[in-house]
């Protein structure tokens, strides 16, 4: 499958635990976005990587969350002291990137997260 | 006021229907508009970019209002596949951009 992929596919944790998850992106595509999406809302972007340099934050991402992609290809996602508030699907998508903002994002399909 | 609005719906018709949904965005220079289609509990997949002139995919059109800050899909002779919700994506430039996502349309096509 050469499609995105997201790892786990579930996460179940206890209030105050740590938690990261991981996207491998489609090969090649320079571009990656991670979001957030709860039921009945759409994904809410969170951030994105242009390679390995990370050119947008939203300011939905507190503190406890940080994003890496160290070598331009896979990204890792970490939320620390988890809350409940922070139950929801993460969603990762990859394009191929360049400065156009029309390029189809592809996503993966999500890592639900569940704060306990 | 959300950047990207959208009526939740759902729209329930029946097969054979013509459905419209409208979506609104705030940011007068968003640069790229999309209609993006989620089946329940997947991951979203692009259905049509929306350009200035409207475009076409077989019973898909989509037509963006730039004056208005409007964008439109219409779905003609709907199936029972067309179930799902659509999503109204818009990317705003911020530097680089940000892509902001509706909350979406749900329909539900009926045989």
């Known amino acids: 499958d050469t499609g995105v992929s997201q790892n786990p596919r579930h996460k179940i944790t206890k209030r105050g635990q740590n938690v990261t998850f991981r996207c491998d992106p489609i090969?090649?595509?320079?571009?990656l976005y991670w979001y957030r999406q709860t039921l009945g809302q759409g994904p809410e972007f969170l951030t994105y990587?242009?390679?390995?340099?990370?050119?947008?934050k939203s300011r939905l991402l507190s503190d406890r969350f940080s994003a890496e992609r160290p070598k331009g290809s896979f990204s890792t996602l970490e939320i620390q002291r988890t809350e409940q508030g922070d139950s929801a699907m993460y969603l990762c998508?990859?394009?191929?990137?360049?400065?156009?903002?029309?390029?189809?994002?592809?996503f993966g399909p999500g890592t639900r997260l569940t704060v306990l | 006021r959300k950047e990207v609005e959208q009526d939740p719906g759902p729209f329930n018709v029946p097969e054979g229907a013509t459905v419209a949904f409208n979506c609104t965005y705030s940011?007068?220079?968003?640069?790229?508009f999309f209609w993006y289609r989620q089946d329940c509990r997947k991951e979203p997949k692009l259905l049509m970019s929306?350009?200035?002139s409207g475009n076409e995919d077989g019973r898909f059109t989509a037509q963006l209002n730039r004056a208005s800050q409007y964008i439109s899909l219409l779905i003609r002779d709907s199936k029972l596949s067309d179930s799902a919700t659509y999503l109204c994506?818009?990317?705003?430039?911020?530097?680089?951009?940000?892509?902001?996502f509706g909350a979406g349309t749900r329909l539900f096509v009926k045989a």
């Open positions: 929306v350009y200035s």
């Open positions: 940011n007068s220079a968003s640069q790229s």
């Open positions: 994506v818009v990317n705003k430039p911020t530097g680089g951009f940000k892509t902001i």
């Open positions: 998508a990859s394009t191929t990137g360049g400065s156009s903002s029309t390029d189809t994002q592809y």
């Open positions: 990587f242009q390679n390995e340099a990370q050119l947008e």
């Open positions: 090969s090649e595509h320079n571009r």
